[in-house]
């Protein structure tokens, strides 16, 4: 199976600055049909997960544009440019490319 | 509006079996793949098992190959995950989601139903 590894595993941030986490997999995501199927999830306290970013930099529908994803191969960023309050929670990735499907251990978004 | 919503989950025995359900509303229901994933008490998530549109092809996990089985009703827009033989490790929430951007992702998500295993 392949294994995603995010850091960091905690992110203190203060509100209105940057955030960024890594997620590095054990083997390449490109898929045979070309795509990277590398997803980024959030899970706010007590919900469900939501979809933020699929195939690697897409951005899901209403999802904020200060979500961005990016990376190639092995290595892979989910970037906040701006982080506000509600984007407090965990946030996992995920990888498609090869079965199964596998997700990183999560890193808890904080406020400072 | 799109929905999930899933059902069935409990307190069973080691041992036990227990059938889980996941009701779809607002949303062409036999046009994607589903997936059920699981997530431990303070843990992360898992991945457990999907089922393409038709209902031909399912896939588990290997922890759950042999104990659990996944189904779905087009007709009724549901889709069933039947567990046997449970441990106290499937202890979680069980999640049901869809894939209707077809990105190899979950792109709706239920609220999740609780399965608590213990004696």
């Known amino acids: 199976d392949i294994v995603m590894t995010q850091t960091p595993l905690s992110s203190p941030v203060t509100l209105g600055q940057p955030a960024s986490i890594s997620c590095r997999s054990s083997?390449?995501?490109?898929?045979?049909?070309?795509?990277?199927?590398l997803t980024w999830l959030q899970q706010r306290p007590g919900q469900p997960p939501r979809l933020l970013i699929y195939?690697?930099?897409n951005r899901f529908s209403g999802v904020p544009d200060r979500f961005s994803g990016s990376g190639a191969g092995t290595d892979f960023t989910l970037k906040i440019t701006r982080v506000e309050a509600e984007d407090v929670g965990v946030y996992y990735c995920m990888q498609a490319a090869q079965f199964p499907p596998t997700f990183g251990q999560g890193t808890k978004l904080e406020i400072k | 509006e799109e929905q999930l919503v899933e059902s069935g989950g409990g307190l069973v025995q080691p041992g036990g079996s227990l059938r889980l359900s996941c009701a779809a509303s607002g949303l062409s229901f036999s046009s994607y793949w589903m997936n059920w994933i699981r997530q431990a008490p303070g843990k992360g998530l898992e991945w457990v098992a999907n089922i393409n549109e038709e209902g031909s092809e399912k896939k588990y996990v290997d922890s759950v190959k042999g104990r659990f089985t996944i189904s779905r009703d087009n007709a009724k827009n549901s889709v069933t995950l039947q567990m046997n033989s449970l441990r106290a490790d499937d202890t979680a929430v069980y999640y049901c989601g869809t894939d209707k951007v077809r990105g190899g992702t979950v792109d709706i998500w239920g609220k999740g139903t609780t399965v608590i295993v213990s004696a």
């Open positions: 195939k690697n930099s």
């Open positions: 083997q390449s995501l490109v898929h045979s049909d070309g795509n990277i199927y």
